[in-house]
């Protein structure tokens, strides 16, 4: 009987450990949902002295002659966890954006050691493929840390446009291989799809069509970012001054100024004044060749299965800034299926909470779908670590 229990002991340990390690991390992804969904309350876990506290370096990390700066969260005392950079938006508070602060201490706190660069294009609210480059150095140096970051549990998550750039570094030959888990939160596929979204409020891809109202503010700095691909300076100026006083410039001043524009220069103006969604790949073919490359230069199409990570993708529905059908085409260009996993939320606006107030009969049919499933995607992403 004793020799029984024991065989049966040592069968069903490994089933006990197993169960409780998957219990440990469901309480961790309910603790870090909290803390996103309330950003400005105290972190609940390290409140209750369930999660330990994460210590902040910021570190300089040669490149080109001079430093990237970076911040380093990670818990002190602990080796051999999980590795990830987490790149920022476009912000003008670069890596000192609380929002960016409080998530990358909560992964921090969570078993990551997180490095978060600051990416100059971004920062200027800009897409820079110089940022690229950035996060391949920054990458790299994260994997280099001495007793810190297991190689086998690298990985890169990155939000809004900045999830343009944190995919093109997976795909990069340096980092490729090393890169075992990509993120991307509210991301774009392809920018000729998000122009038509800003400039005309459509979207749509397979089942999925409507139309939103882009916000005015990130209208206004997506086109600001397109001048940089204008070759001439003259275009580029009165461009800048036909977008910074739309809606209040005078009809006689809007039409002087668009007298003066070159061809291509009319061209790239009709594109984003444009309200016909029907027309926006004519009027993009209609633009400058330098206007032309910058896009396809943004493209994930030709990246995304170059790269042999597991993908986490996740959108807010209600996003004002890239429709959530740009994350569901880009889980389609995955190869496998298997290596991918979408989630469209209910609770998120662009990467943000949504903060419209749930009627009392959604909290059945759209609020508790949506957190079950940004739940699974926390859980996903956690359990990388």
Known sequence: MKRLFLILASLLLPLVILFLAQIRLGILTAFF???????????????????????????AIPRRGESLRADLYRVPN??????????????????????????????A???????VPELSGMKSLRVLLSDVEDIVIAFRYLGSLENGVDERKMGLLGFSYGAGPTLLAAAHP???QRVKFVASFGGYYDPVNVIRFITTGYYEYGGERGFGKPEPYGRWIFYMNQLDSVKSERDRQRLKALFSGEGRMETKQQLALRAGLSPSGRALYELLTNKDPNRVEDLV?????????????????????????YFIIGHGKGDPLIPYTESLRLADAVPKRRQVHVAVLDLFT??????AKFRAEEWVTVYLPSLLRFYS?????????
Not at 296 to 301: E, G, H, I, P, Y
Not at 378 to 385: C, S, V
Request: no cysteine.
């Open 33 to 59: 949902i909290w803390d996103v969904l309330h950003p400005g309350e105290a972190h609940v876990a390290a409140r209750l002295g369930w999660m330990p506290v994460p210590v902040v370096k910021e570190v």
């Open 174 to 176: 340096d980092i490729r």
């Open 285 to 309: 073919k209609r633009t400058d060749g330098s206007f032309q490359t910058y896009l396809k230069s943004l493209s994930l199409a030709p990246i995304v299965p170059l790269v042999p990570a």
């Open 78 to 107: 602990k080796t051999s966890q999980a590795g990830i950079l987490l790149t920022h938006g476009m912000i003008e508070a670069g890596k000192n954006d609380p929002r960016l602060i409080h998530f990358a201490r909560s992964l």
């Open 377 to 385: 995607l926390i859980y996903d992403l956690l359990r990388q670590g």
């Open 109 to 115: 706190r969570s078993g990551f050691v997180v490095l």
């Open 350 to 355: 662009h990467v943000d909470p949504a903060e």
